[in-house]
């Protein structure tokens, strides 16, 4: 069985500075690893996924991902963040399954 | 990217009534679809898998026949939450994967999702 940890709930950030969303799973096989992002009442939207090769995965919007297979990690980075990054954040994970996901992040960025 | 659509965005209805949701992958096959169910501030929780041409394989606790799912084309699938009750309310998702080959059916794409209100 798979299984997806979310640490932090909510993280309150001021615009501009630096953020770390963390997420940890567990599995018995390989896994491929995602990142979605949710605007208040809207689907999901993919932000970007680890399928195999490089560790470090980025998006088009300034986020980034890294797979750290012996800490069971896939952590969730910007350098910067903006007041439009507001939104609740999923990691997900998946083998050949349905997708399994961790209990979110609110993310809050201040002016 | 593929586009997952489902309609409607949101319903009203009034209890005891049923209420059907349509999910459509535009530009992609799916042999496989799923259905979540997201409660205010929470998670999504799989509530079933459908299957294109069979039936659908519900998760533990979900009411089959209270939350029935259909999958008649390799494009649609549909929800029909029956007898609806104001418990019913929520928020809920669908998503596809792509049943090509290659790493776009490693992903699962999403529906804008339903906001079912049961008054």
């Known amino acids: 069985a798979q299984s997806v940890t979310q640490l932090d709930s909510q993280v309150p950030v001021f615009e501009e500075a630096p953020v770390e969303l963390r997420c940890n799973y567990s599995?018995?096989?390989?896994?491929?690893l995602f990142w979605y992002v949710q605007y208040p009442n809207q689907g999901l939207q993919l932000l970007l996924k680890y399928l195999s090769g490089s560790t470090l995965v980025e998006s088009i919007n300034g986020f980034e991902a890294e797979f750290n297979k012996s800490q069971t990690s896939f952590h969730l980075r910007k350098p910067s963040v903006h007041i439009s990054d507001t939104a609740e954040y999923f990691c997900a994970v998946s083998g050949n399954t349905p997708l399994v996901f961790g209990k979110g992040t609110r993310l809050s960025v201040i002016a | 990217g593929a586009v997952v659509s489902q309609h409607p965005s949101w319903v009203i209805c009034k209890s005891g009534t049923s209420v059907k949701i349509e999910c459509r992958s535009l530009d992609f096959q799916a042999t496989t679809m799923f259905w979540y169910r997201q409660f205010p501030k929470q998670s999504l929780m799989l509530m079933a898998t459908s299957n294109e041409g069979s039936k659908a394989t519900y998760e533990q606790g979900v009411e089959k026949d209270k939350f029935l799912i259909n999958h008649a084309s390799l494009t649609l699938s549909t929800l029909t939450v029956t007898s609806a009750h104001p418990e019913d309310s929520s928020f809920y998702i669908c998503?596809?994967?792509?049943?090509?080959?290659?790493?776009?059916?490693?992903?699962?794409?999403f529906g804008q999702g339903t906001r079912l209100t049961v008054v």
């Open positions: 599995s018995s096989v390989s896994v491929y």
């Open positions: 998503s596809a994967r792509d049943a090509g080959i290659g790493p776009r059916n490693t992903e699962a794409f």
